[in-house]
């Protein structure tokens, strides 16, 4: 951008005053002799600042000066501003003068950038924006913003689960991130290793056979190999997971059966080769077993080596490494990778400890109704898969010492949120992460999303607005208080049947999976009811505000995203009296913002129910939201982990309630549609989210 500098009328008597030149252009800068960013000094303009920097030479030996008050092709004003430069030297001064520090890069933003050595700031999608990240994105050159996650503990301790939970919340937070399973590779490797004694590595240290596995061997329908996925382990990844599409039902995920091996039929050592890779026993696991170190070790640092590239040539923000990691070895080497390819990349360790006996049975159970010990003796099932921890055991070594010494950053989660140790850590991500770690807790409970009843506003067409009910509204509050009642007695029904079932270790047959909680006394639930300050959100709670078994608050986060200067209008007439405004919302939804005063797009309402989702997380009591379409949109994003194309497009018309069940294995997920005939909800059987129909909405 030309700079000008402006003319002024006051005079000085300084003799050390620089003759500054009013009006002087300055062009962009070249490089010269002096540090390798100044410009030439042949130009006059830049001789002359110079001078005024203590760089150049006086301006009277300026080659084409004249006493006419010109030099060279700028005119000089006769009266001359006093300036005084923080660069000048002093008369009484005999130190040097202070050396310019150069910036780091003077290139453009359509050059390549240079890489940042620090994080220059923090940067949030939707909230920030700047030259090198408009939508606010971490950029490519900003390194140590990146972060990978390295995890650290025993098998059953809840890596995986809370990696799975870690990569669905910062995802929804429009961060790019992937899980890297380390057992995912070594599977694969173990069984192409002649001699293995048998023992395959099929499964993870931390992680039950993947999506991709379960579908080849048939299992993809089955609701046994999802509860397979321990405890504290989720859903299973393969080794670049991403977020779901809109193809949403928990219950029946399956992967694309491209990724299946082809088998031939009467090929049988193939189908052997297969069948072996869901077998495995402890002793592929003991420290003792050299082949099998060097093999899970080098399968680690291939696993690190793609989340690198991820990070670094993929637009990656946050990567995570989920697997045991659980010696100081394996740790100082992943690290050393780590190093040697971008030293400024940010580190942190995220170490799950399981004390709590109630929480490690529980583990226990579904790991042995899981696909590892299908079919197979519960006693003896038990044996192999505590045989399997007490070898992780005998090289275990927590993090601590090492780590602190080397400002390693680090966060140890025990029993899944009841403790929390953090160390070091430095930058957005790595904080909003262990504000996120303390919210967690596995207590079983139901968490109900749908929109308020129908409005005067909803009638008109009409966007925003603070709108009463209509008598249809109204009535639609009725039957929903009716419908949760209901279905509050018969949840504590069930929970209790489960309670006087529960057995350990588990019979044959049974493959209930068990909370940590069902192990103790059967206690009542609170019930929240949250709704936003509109009065169409809050007249729609009208029926449990006045039944004082229910908890009823409004919150001004949950309330509509702001349409700005389009509130109280419908979208045919933005598209008459804007047309433009009205085609850039059509072309990219969740990052438009509406204009004017106050107005909002779907990144800035993620980023204000950020709070809200570690709340939902946080209470152990069932919560019913009453709220709104962008905002319902938002809240089912991320409990489905859908991707950043499908939040603003989400189907969630009014009339449909959804409810969630959070699991130790994932979410169970229901739909309910609104019947206003007989005064109830259907269930939706096999319901799958859809987009909208309708582009306005």
């Not at 999608?125 to 972060?147: E, F, N, Y």
């Not at 009542?524 to 300050?533: D, G, I, L, P, R």
């Not at 950020?610 to 962008?630: A, F, K, P």
Request: proline share 7%; with cysteine.
């Amino acid at each position: 951008m030309s700079t000008h500098f402006a003319t002024s009328t006051a005079t000085s008597s300084s003799a050390s005053s620089p003759k500054f030149l009013p009006g002087d252009r300055l062009p962009p800068p070249h490089h010269h002799g002096y540090n390798g960013l100044l410009p030439l000094p042949e130009d006059a303009a830049f001789s002359h600042a110079l001078k005024y920097l203590n760089f150049g030479t006086p301006p009277d030996s300026y080659p084409g000066s004249a006493p006419n008050g010109t030099i060279g092709p700028f005119t000089i004003r006769p009266t001359i501003p006093h300036y005084e430069s923080p660069y000048a030297r002093s008369n009484a001064s005999t130190a040097p003068g202070s050396p310019r520090i150069p910036p780091l890069r003077q290139n453009s933003g359509s050059h390549t950038p240079r890489v940042r050595p620090h994080a220059t700031s923090l940067n949030i999608p939707g909230m920030t924006r700047s030259k090198v990240s408009p939508d606010g994105r971490i950029p490519d050159r900003d390194v140590a913003s990146k972060l990978v996650i390295i995890m650290v503990g025993l098998p059953a301790r809840g890596k995986s689960y809370i990696t799975k939970k870690l990569q669905r919340y910062l995802s929804w937070q429009q961060h790019n991130t992937r899980i890297f399973n380390v057992g995912h590779r070594r599977r694969i490797a173990a069984s192409m290793v002649p001699g293995s004694s048998g023992s395959q590595s099929e499964l993870s240290e931390d992680r039950q056979e993947d999506p991709d596995e379960r579908q080849c061997n048939g299992h993809a329908d089955a609701p046994l190999q999802q509860a397979a996925s321990i405890l504290l382990n989720g859903i299973p990844s393969g080794p670049n997971a991403e977020p779901t599409t809109l193809d949403l039902n928990i219950s029946e995920q399956s992967s694309d059966l491209d990724v299946c091996p082809t088998i031939a039929v009467g090929d049988e050592a193939a189908q052997r080769k297969q069948q072996a890779r869901v077998d495995q026993t402890a002793e592929f696991f003991d420290p003792k077993n050299e082949s099998a170190s060097k093999l899970r070790e080098q399968v680690a640092l291939d696993t690190l080596d793609d989340l690198l590239d991820y990070l670094l040539h993929h637009n990656g923000a946050v990567g995570i490494l989920d697997a045991t990691n659980s010696t100081l070895h394996r740790r100082k080497i992943l690290v050393d990778r780590i190093k040697e390819r971008e030293p400024k990349l940010g580190i942190l360790f995220v170490e799950s400890i399981c004390t709590d006996q109630n929480l490690l049975e529980a583990n226990m159970r579904l790991k042995l109704s899981g696909p590892d010990y299908k079919n197979k003796d519960p006693a003896k099932s038990l044996e192999d898969f505590k045989a399997r921890v007490k070898a992780y055991e005998s090289a275990y070594e927590p993090l601590g010492e090492y780590e602190e010494k080397h400002d390693l950053q680090y966060i140890q989660i025990v029993d899944v949120g009841r403790k929390i140790i953090n160390h070091r850590l430095a930058g957005f991500l790595s904080s909003g992460i262990a504000s996120y770690l303390t919210t967690f807790n596995l207590s079983p409970r139901q968490i109900w999303i749908t929109r308020h009843g129908q409005s005067t506003d909803n009638v008109a067409g009409k966007l925003g607005g603070d709108s009463d009910l209509t008598e249809r509204g109204h009535y639609y509050g009725l039957a929903l208080y009716n419908f949760i009642t209901a279905k509050r007695k018969e949840w504590a029904v069930e929970q209790e049947s489960k309670l006087a079932q529960a057995s350990f270790p588990p019979q044959p047959g049974d493959h209930t999976p068990p909370y940590p909680e069902l192990n103790q006394v059967f206690d009542e639930k609170n019930f929240c009811v949250w709704t936003s300050m509109l009065r169409r959100s809050v007249e729609t709670a009208e029926y449990f505000d006045a039944d004082d078994d229910y908890d009823t608050k409004a919150w001004e986060i949950l309330n509509e995203l702001n349409a700005g200067t389009f509130e109280g209008m419908t979208y045919e007439e933005i598209a008459l009296k804007q047309p433009e405004e009205y085609a850039k919302r059509r072309r990219d939804k969740l990052q438009y913002i509406y204009p004017g005063v106050g107005g909002e797009g779907y990144l800035q309402v993620i980023n204000r129910l950020r709070d809200m989702v570690r709340e939902i997380e946080r209470v152990t009591d069932h919560v019913l939201i009453i709220s709104h379409r962008s905002v319902c949109r938002v809240l089912m994003a991320y409990f489905m982990d859908l991707t950043r194309d499908d939040i603003a497009e989400l189907d969630v018309p009014l009339g449909m309630l959804f409810a969630i069940h959070p699991k130790p294995y994932g979410m169970e997920f229901h739909a309910y549609r609104y019947n206003e005939a007989q005064g109830w909800f259907d269930e939706v059987r096999d319901y799958k989210p859809q987009k909208t129909q309708d582009q306005n909405n």
